[in-house]
């Protein structure tokens, strides 16, 4: 079983739209986890840690559910500059793991 | 704002030649990470070092990598003969508590 799991989309949406991401991971020994954005032949960049207590960055929420052992995505009014790929990241014992992805596109 | 930064940003190289790819972590970080990336493929793990010593590899990190912290600034990934199927992305990343950093990354081809 893979240790971080999406589902790679693609995921069309317009401008302004609301679109949730979900991740699930296999390892309930996982210590943390993140969301990072990667534009196409870049670098991923961190977009926000997500915590148990579920966090918030402006239009971008982050939520964990540790009994589950999934966690979420969700871009409020989406803008054309959020058409990236989304990455699942977990942490545990100082090894990152990498979700294959989650494309969006924003669609004017 | 301090960053990860990467040399040569794109190398090419013949099969079974050895390359280099630098790296530079931010400063105050003390945990350093190499990755690859096929294209169109997913960000791999390949190892974790910490205070001047490897503390994890994934099984992609067979006996043709190397990694090594010359100075107290580069971290370094030597692959010592190349294969066509070693033509990708390399990240390096480092981290200070959690939250890492990726550089802009090396592409390596392989011919």
């Known amino acids: 079983r893979k240790e971080v799991e999406q589902d790679p989309g693609p995921f069309n949406v317009p401008e302004g739209a609301t679109v949730a991401f979900n991740c699930t991971y296999s390892?309930?020994?996982?210590?943390?986890f993140f969301w990072y954005r990667q534009d196409c032949r870049k670098e991923p960049k961190l977009l926000m840690s997500?915590?148990?207590s579920g966090n918030e960055d402006g239009r971008f929420t982050a939520q964990l559910n540790r009994a589950s052992q999934y966690i979420s995505l969700l871009i409020r009014d989406s803008k054309l500059s959020d058409s990236a790929t989304y990455l699942c990241v977990v942490l545990r014992r100082n090894q990152f793991y990498f979700g294959t992805g989650t494309s969006l596109t924003v669609i004017p | 704002e301090p960053e990860v930064t990467q040399t040569p940003s794109h190398q090419v190289t013949q099969m079974g030649q050895e390359v280099i790819l630098r790296c530079v972590p931010i400063s105050n970080h003390l945990y350093f990470y190499w990755y690859r990336q096929i294209l169109g493929q997913k960000v791999e793990f390949l190892v974790s070092f910490y205070n001047n010593e490897i503390s994890e590899k994934s099984e992609i990190f067979d006996d043709q990598f190397s990694v090594e912290r010359p100075d107290g600034s580069n971290f370094t990934l030597k692959i010592r003969s190349t294969k066509l199927e070693d033509s990708a992305m390399y990240f390096c990343?480092?981290?200070?508590?959690?939250?890492?950093?990726f550089g802009p990354g090396t592409r390596l081809t392989v011919t």
């Open positions: 990343a480092s981290s200070g508590a959690y939250e890492q950093y």
């Open positions: 390892n309930s020994a996982s210590q943390s």
């Open positions: 997500v915590y148990s």
